[in-house]
């Protein structure tokens, strides 16, 4: 349980003590207060920025899906904000309120975007990527857990959520039916971040035909280079690394790694010191 001392809150971990701060500080005083995040009072923004596009389609689809009744699909917004407790009696909207129906949520909210990215092999291969803007109740896909209560409410009645607390295990539940690995879902800087693992293609990890037209380049390049220094050797034993490099036209590094590879495998042998000493082909 954080401590406040001299206007700062403390927590214990372990032998130590910690400062709270940041997106942890913010929820634990706004649990204190018996509130959620989305349940904060935005200053500035008024019904004015509200899009009464995104409101008609949250009446339609609640009627449709009989969380309201048919009566409500006429009521205006400032009614619909009321009876969805997003507006206080002063008329100041939530911060739910701009997320679910905001004409432009970012400019009260800062990066409240919605970003999808496809990877291949790691977070650093990203093939694709979109970000969609604009109000939440119209973005395709949410969180069914309500761990913001105002917006969960707003998707139930439209009829985006079933049921309470049912998201996350339907979700396993339809991954495992298809056959596919459980996503992984882990709590992050005060939300979700889920992980969808993709299953393996058949023959999704055979190398293209360029990589392998690459490979086979390289080794054949090798080879000659190998077969060039024990020709050389074998007519020239006393030859120097500074003619085999002239003879190769590579640098010094390149030269004393083909050299290295040929010893390692008892292609060559040097006989007698760095200076002076001669090769000896064993092969």
Request: overall charge positive.
């Amino acid at each position: 349980m954080p401590i406040s001392y001299r206007g700062v809150y403390h927590y214990r971990s372990g032998s130590t003590k910690q400062e709270l701060k940041g997106t942890a500080l913010q929820e634990f005083l706004l649990r204190k207060l018996g509130m959620t995040w989305d349940d904060t009072l935005t200053e500035k923004a008024t019904i004015e920025d509200i899009d009464p596009e995104a409101v008609i389609y949250f009446q339609k689809m609640a009627v449709s899906n009989h969380r309201m009744s048919a009566d409500s699909a006429t009521s205006d917004i400032y009614t619909v904000l009321d009876n969805l407790n997003l507006i206080d009696e002063n008329g100041k909207l939530k911060i739910a309120t701009i997320l679910l129906f905001g004409k432009n949520p970012g400019k009260f909210i800062p990066s409240c975007d919605f970003r999808i990215g496809r990877f291949i092999k790691d977070e650093t291969d990203l093939v694709f990527q979109d970000i969609i803007e604009g109000d939440l109740i119209r973005m395709s896909d949410h969180s069914s857990k309500p761990r913001n209560p105002n917006i969960a409410a707003v998707f139930y009645k439209a009829g985006f959520i079933e049921s309470w607390g049912r998201g996350i295990s339907k979700i396993r539940t339809g991954f495992v039916s298809a056959g596919l690995q459980e996503p992984k879902f882990k709590e992050s800087c005060g939300g979700v971040l889920v992980t969808m693992f993709r299953p393996e293609i058949p023959g999704s990890n055979e190398k293209t035909a360029a990589e392998k037209t690459k490979e086979k380049t390289k080794e054949k390049t090798k080879e000659k280079t190998s077969e060039k220094i024990i020709a050389l050797m074998k007519n020239n034993p006393s030859i120097t690394y500074d003619e085999l490099m002239k003879e190769l036209s590579l640098s010094k590094g390149g030269v004393e790694y083909a050299v290295r590879a040929l010893r390692e495998t008892g292609s060559i042998e040097r006989i007698g010191p760095a200076k002076g000493g001669t090769w000896k082909v064993l092969r």
